[in-house]
């Protein structure tokens, strides 16, 4: 059953953390990898059917997004365990163009507040929460093709100087695979 983002106030401080890079092998903090001027962080996994129809879009974006600044950072907190298709092994196959991170004790996810995977935040230059929700419309098995509209719009708005659309929709998809 599909998960949605819950419902919290914006602007809020970017937490910090300390987590694997799976493609590295390297322990990485937030501030190591944010932007000085706009950095998306994404809860994210494997095996997930939502995440799995929007990976080539989610490429396509940091390969748009990157060369003008933005920081793309992803975490995958799922248990592994019950879920081993999302180990940091496996995690390390996706080869992505941005960080990919595990999250082994959860407290990421918690910190910020993720239930489901794809999960977007955006944080400003100060690293303040701008824009919390989906990609776009498209959910596997619709109509709606990817585009990431929702997601490009508010990047869009952050670099050029405008504010991020006030309404803002909710992303859908598998739950955090939390540990028992």
């Given at each position: 059953m599909a998960v949605e983002t819950i419902p919290i106030s914006l602007g809020f401080k970017a937490?910090?953390?300390?987590?694997?890079?799976?493609?590295?092998?390297?322990?990485k903090t937030l501030e190591e990898l944010s932007s000085e001027k706009v950095t998306v962080v994404m809860f994210i996994c494997n095996h997930c059917p939502y995440v799995i129809h929007v990976n080539e879009a989610l490429i396509e974006l940091a390969k748009d997004y990157q060369p003008k600044g933005v920081s793309f950072i992803a975490i995958s907190s799922n248990d592994v365990e019950n879920y081993p298709d999302d180990s940091p092994e496996k995690m390390k196959e996706m080869n992505y163009p941005f960080p990919y991170l595990y999250d082994e004790s959860q407290q990421t996810a918690k910190d910020y507040s993720a239930v489901c995977t794809p999960d977007f935040s955006i944080f400003n230059s100060e690293m303040n929460c701008v824009y919390r929700g989906q990609l776009d419309g498209s959910r596997p098995g619709s109509d709606v093709l990817v585009s990431g509209e929702d997601l490009r719009a508010a990047l869009d708005n952050i670099l050029t100087g405008e504010p991020v659309a006030e309404i803002q929709h909710p992303s859908m998809g598998c739950s955090i695979k939390w540990k028992s």
């Open positions: 937490p910090d953390f300390s987590l694997l890079d799976t493609q590295s092998g390297e322990v």
